[in-house]
């Protein structure tokens, strides 16, 4: 099939790569306009635009795709079979979606119609859930909320970070789309359950901030699901502080018991990291972190270097 794929970070590679190995044509890729990244804010291509230049693929990179229409003829002069989208990053307007002869498919990472959004696995790992997926369905003019074609679960595993669950649901999702594509005339299209549906919002920096008043179950799947992206923070001395890794602790495991702290207090400090007093009588141990300005360290490096002692208070 001739396809124009929509898609822009690394997860979206997997389908891109599976795409052009089942012998499907990608004619014209549309990805997010490169943007600042790190220190140094220098404009970097996304993962998709980089992939497809190296193979001589055509790219456009449209602001609003919704009022581009521009990107409307490209995409039209390439002729496609179908749309391919995979966490493109916009919402595709009617024009672009329904104009090729299959129309346009997305691989979605959940189980819809949980988790309608644009941060599905993160709040599949904020909410603690056991079981994932992967979900194919063709796009229609509101959010996530198209025809089912294809759907496969997986187990969440424990303590599974966000960006390890998306690497897992972005390979079985190249599968399920190539498998899809395969069958796209005969696929049944099965209707959403609008009274299942869910809402996974794009996730603000603001999430990441650490309420200690949670208990430490939850703040270690705040950790799981967002240190990488957008951050997990807390503030010591006025200075905001990153938290990079660690665990909520169990029974017994810090002396005194924490349940007699305020939560935000540390109880504890050592080489294994500094345990700080969490809601409902609980502990986290912060294992690894960044103070604002500087490199990753360990929390014990930290905690030398700030003379940081048992009650002190995190998140002021």
């Not at 996530?144 to 187990?155: F, M, P, R, Y």
């Not at 959403?192 to 603000?204: E, G, H, N, S, W």
Request: glycine content about 10%.
């Amino acid at each position: 099939m001739r396809i124009v794929f929509f898609g822009s970070p690394a997860a979206a590679l997997p389908s891109f790569r599976a795409l052009l190995e089942a012998g499907h044509s990608v004619e014209l890729v549309v990805t997010q306009p490169d943007k600042p990244a790190g220190r140094g804010r220098q404009l970097t291509s996304s993962a998709v635009k980089s992939f497809a230049v190296g193979l001589g693929i055509p790219v456009i990179e449209p602001l609003r795709v919704r009022t581009d229409e521009r990107a409307l003829d490209r995409a039209r002069a390439a002729r496609p079979d179908v749309n391919v989208v995979v966490a493109y990053g916009q919402i595709i307007p009617h024009d672009l979606h329904y104009f090729p002869r299959y129309h346009s498919l997305n691989v979605h990472f959940s189980l819809l119609p949980k988790y309608r959004g644009a941060a599905p696995v993160q709040w599949t790992v904020l909410s603690g859930d056991a079981e994932s997926g992967v979900t194919i369905i063709e796009l229609d003019d509101r959010m996530d909320e198209g025809d089912i074609l294809a759907q496969t679960s997986v187990a969440v595993e424990p303590r599974e970070p966000a960006p390890a669950l998306e690497t897992r649901l972005a390979v079985l999702g190249a599968s399920l789309l190539v498998s899809t594509l395969a069958r796209i005339e005969d696929a049944p299209r099965l209707k959403q359950d609008v009274a299942r549906a869910t809402l996974a919002p794009k996730i603000r920096k603001e999430d990441g901030r650490v309420s200690w008043a949670e208990t430490a179950g939850a703040i270690d799947r705040r950790v799981l699901a967002l240190a990488e992206r957008p951050g997990v923070f807390t503030f010591f001395g006025g200075r905001r502080i990153g938290l990079l890794r660690g665990r909520a602790l169990g029974p017994g495991e810090i002396s005194p018991p924490s349940g007699a702290a305020s939560p935000g207090a540390v109880v504890e400090t050592g080489k294994a990291g500094l345990a700080v007093a969490c809601g409902g009588g609980t502990a986290y141990l912060i294992e690894e972190l960044q103070p604002e300005g500087k490199a990753a360290m360990s929390a014990h490096a930290f905690s030398l270097g700030t003379k940081i002692a048992p009650g002190d208070i995190l998140g002021a």
